[in-house]
């Protein structure tokens, strides 16, 4: 199949970048969208340019590395499904496809597709853990968890923290990504002992790094490659205003 | 130069953690503070050893390639992890984890590890329970276990079909407590391109940033590898694709033996290779093969729609050889009956190299809903995946590389034959021997690093307390960091014709062909005159665009497969040199007459250790096994 590729060209941080376009008229339709992008940098190298800069690892949706904006949606067309799960079937003979990097202020772009989405990383450093030293932990059937708790921990636990939430509101919030971790961990008994600071702290840290706030558009649902639910977002508000009442009533 | 100690302690193997852990040097945690360690990779093993280092209070330093430390490929682990809990009363102790993983590894390991390894195997799942790790839970509340291949009791801990990322993600968890508390320092987007060794002794690193490509140096008193596997030097593999054998080699280059190289799993049941634009494989749960009937065309050349072939035009070839075990037979037996099917033609898809996977009897015995019960998920993979629907039409499947038993030879304190060089989880040889158990490869990595170097390495490192680490400018700093710019410089911009991506896909068809599922002394002779030739002629030929000094994912996968060009050459020749059949590595000279692997335990009983030969040839260390609990038994699987 026949494809046009528009994509975000960008050499560095600090220069400009903008659209450019690439025909590539020998795609497979089984071919995956990165294997298609692997088989662009193939045809560009051979014509003596540079490389499509993409960020990707694992290839099969767990890792979080990759995600790009394919036509205006995080991760393209598919539902539930990470940038690297998406297949060329998905698309048109002869379409055009437009690819560019999380567009959110506090994922700058490094170059081409990929941005940096350190700000996760320090968000979780503020609180998203339990803490507990190698050794100190107690026999693991001396606290009971229920089944149902389990699966709803574990719900919000899948997040394989690729920024597609924060790409795709028009807030840049964080709050799913945060929410989810949030939520995994008050479920459970082990991590509920720090459950006010975690809230507030990883909250802090989110407005820090100039994540917006939630207006309730649930898009950030809707692209999440783990179908995260928005219920975490309430969890979250839930965990942060009981957190703040309990703080003042000290 | 003979074959450094192995530490092993002497006396019973029962014992042998625990009086020895006893034993160990202790370092004051106001000393700890002074001692710089860094960790190269941050999955299971580099995270957990990572922040267990920085709770005792050394300063760490940690590198990852990826944005994130979460990211390392440990997240993709699917099963579960064994440990020795006993929680279903079905008999299950530490004596008989020891056991499995002893003979699942066909005797090639070393007894003291595997036991060490079983025995560690119970905190593990405390520590995980701990940190937040939302494992399978009964009704009652208490944890939940499904038995795994190989053995005869439940001791498998799962999370869905994601228990490596929910591992992976208490561990970074614990990991990021560490660098919010600033005892460890994350560095991610960093290639560690070569390690600097001075007189036999580890002093640092030589990374790259790979957005800037600035070459940094990083000096510690101890270095520690946790840089996985290298399955990705067959090109195709179930591997991401970032991982890489390079930390490995380089360290290997600087003295550091490797032990087994040409011990590799391969996994029976990936998706098959829908042509040559294919990047990766992607494993799909060997669960499938508990109702899924395994499946060839019996004519060769047989194109027709599966649907249209009759009963009778149709091999099922593992229900026909293995009668007792049929589908389920195990992973290496699985794999080579696969490739022996394909090689007499009889294999589907476009290049011939695929098997049907075949739910059609499942379905009309049991019923969609149960089936899509059972397998639902994976099913929905499969769909996603390949756009086929497995209810429809059978899965088509081939074998795949998954994981590397070989790696960097360790003594009892995971220590490389070079000083205050470690090695933890997949890239070290201990435990696995010549196969790995299912579900053993999550508890290594977590053992190894949470649970074995911090007690190792504080008895290592008491005599550099009040030493500072090694002084970056160096000798031997600025002479590995001119050894890597050499190696930039030349691969950057070379104008050849040929991309590197092409040169490791050549590369992987070789070692797959010859040195993979099955071997033989002739195939590999030629595979080693195959690899040689197609180094220099990558050297010659390969076309790297853009610039050294920016981010450049053509010049990061040049370097990596001018590394797999000289690992391969290992690997082979390793093969060559292991004259028997045991476990994954299948020698065609060595089998019985119906086709079962033999293993020679009075001439081969013993781990390979090369030593990196410089411009000359690599020498060959046998160190010998031996086992005192149990004594080394033959598979039968008829």
Same mark, same amino acid.
């Given at each position: 199949?026949?494809?046009? @590729?528009?994509?975000?060209?960008?050499?560095?941080?600090?220069?400009?970048?903008?659209?450019?376009?690439?025909?590539?008229?020998?795609?497979?339709?089984?071919?995956?969208?990165?294997?298609?992008?692997?088989? @662009?940098?193939?045809?560009?190298?051979?014509?003596?340019?540079?490389?499509?800069?993409?960020?990707?690892?694992?290839?099969?949706?767990?890792?979080?590395?990759?995600?790009?904006?394919?036509?205006?949606?995080?991760?393209?067309?598919?539902?539930?499904?990470?940038?690297?799960?998406?297949?060329?079937?998905?698309?048109?003979?002869?379409?055009?496809?437009?690819?560019?990097?999380?567009?959110?202020?506090?994922?700058?772009?490094?170059?081409?597709?990929?941005?940096?989405?350190?700000?996760?990383?320090?968000?979780?450093?503020?609180?998203?853990?339990?803490?507990?030293?190698?050794?100190?932990?107690?026999?693991?059937?001396?606290?009971?968890?229920?089944?149902?708790?389990?699966?709803?921990?574990?719900?919000?636990?899948?997040?394989?923290?690729?920024?597609?939430?924060?790409?795709?509101?028009?807030?840049?919030?964080?709050?799913?990504?945060?929410?989810?971790?949030?939520?995994?961990?008050?479920?459970?008994?082990?991590?509920?002992?720090?459950?006010?600071?975690?809230?507030?702290?990883?909250?802090?840290?989110?407005?820090?790094?100039?994540?917006?706030?939630?207006?309730?558009?649930?898009?950030?649902?809707?692209?999440?490659?783990?179908?995260?639910?928005?219920?975490?977002?309430?969890?979250?508000?839930?965990?942060?205003?009981?957190?703040?009442?309990?703080?003042?009533?000290? | 130069?003979?074959?450094?100690?192995?530490?092993?302690?002497?006396?019973?193997?029962?014992?042998?953690?625990?009086?020895?852990?006893?034993?160990? *040097?202790?370092?004051?945690?106001?000393?700890?503070?002074?001692?710089?360690?860094?960790?190269?990779?941050?999955?299971?093993?580099?995270?957990?050893?990572?922040?267990?280092?920085?709770?005792?209070?050394?300063?760490?330093?940690?590198?990852?390639?990826?944005?994130?430390?979460?990211?390392?490929?440990?997240?993709?682990?699917?099963?579960?992890?064994?440990?020795?809990?006993?929680?279903?009363?079905?008999?299950?102790?530490?004596?008989?984890?020891?056991?499995?993983?002893?003979?699942?590894?066909?005797?090639?390991?070393?007894?003291?590890?595997?036991?060490?390894?079983?025995?560690?195997?119970?905190?593990?799942?405390?520590?995980?329970?701990?940190?937040?790790?939302?494992?399978?839970?009964?009704?009652?509340?208490?944890?939940?276990?499904?038995?795994?291949?190989?053995?005869?009791?439940?001791?498998?801990?799962?999370?869905?079909?994601?228990?490596?990322?929910?591992?992976?993600?208490?561990?970074?968890?614990?990991?990021?407590?560490?660098?919010?508390?600033?005892?460890?320092?994350?560095?991610?987007?960093?290639?560690?391109?070569?390690?600097?060794?001075?007189?036999?002794?580890?002093?640092?690193?030589?990374?790259?940033?790979?957005?800037?490509?600035?070459?940094?140096?990083?000096?510690?008193?101890?270095?520690?590898?946790?840089?996985?596997?290298?399955?990705?030097?067959?090109?195709?593999?179930?591997?991401?694709?970032?991982?890489?054998?390079?930390?490995?080699?380089?360290?290997?280059?600087?003295?550091?033996?490797?032990?087994?190289?040409?011990?590799?799993?391969?996994?029976?049941?990936?998706?098959?290779?829908?042509?040559?634009?294919?990047?990766?494989?992607?494993?799909?749960?060997?669960?499938? *093969?508990?109702?899924?009937?395994?499946?060839?065309?019996?004519?060769?050349?047989?194109?027709?729609?599966?649907?249209?072939?009759?009963?009778?035009?149709?091999?099922?070839?593992?229900?026909?050889?293995?009668?007792?075990?049929?589908?389920?037979?195990?992973?290496?037996?699985?794999?080579?009956?696969?490739?022996?099917?394909?090689?007499?033609?009889?294999?589907?898809?476009?290049?011939?190299?695929?098997?049907?996977?075949?739910?059609?009897?499942?379905?009309?015995?049991?019923?969609?809903?149960?089936?899509?019960?059972?397998?639902?998920?994976?099913?929905?993979?499969?769909?996603?995946?390949?756009?086929?629907?497995?209810?429809?039409?059978?899965?088509?499947?081939?074998?795949?590389?998954?994981?590397?038993?070989?790696?960097?030879?360790?003594?009892?304190?995971?220590?490389?034959?070079? *000083?205050?060089?470690?090695?933890?989880?997949?890239?070290?040889?201990?435990?696995?021997?010549?196969?790995?158990?299912?579900?053993?490869?999550?508890?290594?990595?977590?053992?190894?690093?949470?649970?074995?170097?911090?007690?190792?390495?504080?008895?290592?490192?008491?005599?550099?307390?009040?030493?500072?680490?090694?002084?970056?400018?160096?000798?031997?700093?600025?002479?590995?960091?001119?050894?890597?710019?050499?190696?930039?410089?030349?691969?950057?911009?070379?104008?050849?014709?040929?991309?590197?991506?092409?040169?490791?896909?050549?590369?992987?068809?070789?070692?797959?062909?010859?040195?993979?599922?099955? *071997?033989?002394?002739?195939?590999?002779?030629?595979?080693?005159?195959?690899?040689?030739?197609?180094?220099?002629?990558?050297?010659?030929?390969?076309?790297?665009?853009?610039?050294?000094?920016?981010?450049?994912?053509?010049?990061?996968?040049?370097?990596?497969?001018?590394?797999?060009?000289?690992?391969?050459?290992?690997?082979?020749?390793?093969?060559?040199?292991?004259?028997?059949?045991?476990?994954?590595?299948?020698?065609?000279?060595?089998?019985?007459?119906?086709?079962?692997?033999?293993?020679?335990?009075?001439?081969?009983?013993?781990?390979?250790?090369?030593?990196?030969?410089?411009?000359?040839?690599?020498?060959?260390?046998?160190?010998?096994?031996?086992?005192?609990?149990?004594?080394?038994?033959?598979?039968?699987?008829?």
């Amino acid at each position: 199949m026949r494809v046009r @590729l528009k994509i975000w060209r960008q050499a560095s941080a600090d220069v400009p970048g903008s659209l450019e376009t690439y025909d590539l008229d020998d795609v497979d339709p089984q071919m995956s969208f990165l294997e298609m992008l692997d088989h @662009l940098n193939e045809t560009l190298a051979e014509r003596g340019e540079r490389a499509v800069v993409f960020d990707h690892d694992c290839r099969e949706g767990i890792c979080g590395q990759c995600g790009v904006f394919i036509n205006g949606r995080p991760h393209g067309p598919g539902r539930g499904v990470a940038t690297c799960q998406l297949h060329m079937r998905s698309f048109e003979d002869g379409s055009t496809i437009v690819i560019e990097p999380w567009r959110a202020g506090p994922f700058p772009v490094l170059c081409d597709l990929v941005t940096d989405r350190g700000a996760f990383d320090r968000i979780v450093a503020s609180g998203g853990f339990v803490s507990v030293h190698t050794g100190a932990a107690p026999e693991a059937n001396a606290v009971l968890v229920s089944k149902r708790d389990a699966e709803e921990a574990f719900d919000a636990a899948a997040c394989i923290g690729c920024g597609a939430c924060v790409a795709v509101c028009k807030n840049a919030s964080a709050m799913l990504f945060v929410g989810a971790k949030v939520s995994h961990l008050a479920t459970l008994p082990q991590g509920r002992t720090e459950r006010s600071a975690r809230a507030l702290n990883m909250v802090e840290t989110m407005e820090a790094e100039g994540f917006g706030g939630c207006t309730q558009t649930g898009a950030c649902e809707v692209v999440c490659p783990k179908e995260i639910s928005v219920r975490t977002i309430a969890r979250l508000n839930f965990e942060y205003l009981r957190a703040r009442l309990l703080r003042s009533l000290r | 130069m003979s074959l450094p100690d192995t530490r092993v302690p002497p006396g019973p193997v029962r014992e042998a953690w625990s009086s020895h852990k006893s034993r160990m *040097r202790l370092v004051n945690p106001a000393n700890k503070r002074g001692l710089r360690v860094l960790v190269v990779g941050s999955g299971l093993a580099g995270a957990g050893a990572a922040a267990s280092l920085a709770e005792q209070g050394y300063a760490v330093t940690c590198f990852c390639y990826q944005d994130s430390a979460r990211r390392a490929h440990s997240i993709a682990a699917q099963g579960g992890i064994n440990a020795a809990k006993n929680y279903q009363n079905d008999g299950d102790t530490v004596a008989r984890l020891f056991e499995d993983t002893l003979r699942g590894g066909d005797y090639r390991s070393r007894e003291a590890h595997v036991h060490r390894l079983a025995e560690l195997s119970v905190n593990v799942i405390d520590q995980c329970v701990a940190q937040g790790v939302p494992f399978a839970r009964e009704y009652g509340g208490v944890l939940a276990n499904r038995s795994f291949g190989g053995v005869q009791v439940k001791r498998t801990f799962y999370a869905r079909g994601q228990t490596g990322q929910q591992l992976m993600l208490g561990a970074y968890g614990a990991l990021s407590r560490q660098v919010r508390d600033g005892r460890v320092t994350m560095l991610p987007r960093r290639e560690v391109l070569d390690v600097v060794v001075a007189d036999n002794h580890a002093q640092g690193v030589i990374a790259r940033n790979l957005v800037t490509g600035e070459l940094e140096r990083h000096s510690g008193h101890a270095v520690v590898l946790a840089s996985g596997g290298y399955g990705t030097v067959y090109y195709l593999s179930t591997l991401a694709m970032g991982c890489n054998a390079t930390a490995a080699w380089r360290a290997h280059v600087r003295g550091a033996l490797f032990a087994n190289p040409s011990f590799v799993q391969i996994h029976p049941t990936c998706l098959m290779a829908q042509g040559d634009h294919q990047a990766k494989l992607t494993l799909m749960s060997e669960s499938l *093969r508990n109702d899924g009937r395994i499946w060839t065309p019996a004519g060769k050349g047989d194109t027709r729609d599966p649907a249209t072939i009759p009963r009778h035009e149709r091999d099922y070839y593992l229900e026909r050889k293995y009668p007792a075990y049929g589908n389920l037979a195990p992973r290496d037996i699985a794999s080579r009956a696969a490739k022996e099917a394909c090689d007499a033609g009889r294999g589907i898809g476009p290049a011939g190299r695929g098997v049907y996977l075949d739910f059609e009897d499942a379905i009309a015995r049991e019923g969609t809903e149960v089936i899509r019960g059972r397998y639902g998920n994976l099913f929905q993979l499969y769909q996603t995946i390949t756009g086929d629907d497995p209810y429809e039409t059978p899965m088509r499947i081939y074998p795949a590389a998954h994981f590397t038993m070989g790696g960097l030879w360790v003594d009892y304190h995971l220590m490389t034959s070079v *000083r205050s060089l470690y090695a933890v989880g997949e890239c070290n040889f201990a435990d696995h021997g010549a196969n790995r158990l299912g579900a053993n490869s999550l508890l290594q990595a977590c053992v190894d690093g949470n649970f074995v170097l911090p007690y190792t390495l504080g008895h290592d490192l008491n005599p550099e307390v009040g030493r500072a680490a090694p002084d970056t400018a160096a000798p031997a700093f600025a002479a590995a960091e001119h050894d890597v710019r050499g190696r930039i410089a030349a691969l950057s911009g070379s104008a050849g014709t040929t991309t590197p991506r092409t040169f490791h896909r050549r590369l992987g068809a070789v070692l797959w062909d010859r040195c993979g599922i099955s *071997r033989s002394a002739a195939g590999l002779r030629s595979a080693l005159d195959d690899v040689r030739a197609l180094r220099q002629e990558f050297h010659r030929d390969v076309r790297v665009v853009g610039r050294a000094d920016a981010f450049n994912p053509e010049l990061e996968k040049a370097l990596r497969v001018s590394d797999y060009m000289e690992l391969a050459e290992l690997m082979v020749r390793d093969a060559l040199a292991r004259d028997e059949s045991c476990g994954a590595h299948f020698r065609e000279e060595h089998q019985s007459p119906d086709g079962e692997a033999e293993r020679d335990d009075d001439q081969q009983m013993h781990v390979s250790a090369w030593r990196h030969g410089g411009l000359g040839e690599p020498s060959l260390h046998k160190e010998p096994l031996s086992f005192t609990l149990a004594a080394p038994a033959t598979r039968s699987y008829k």
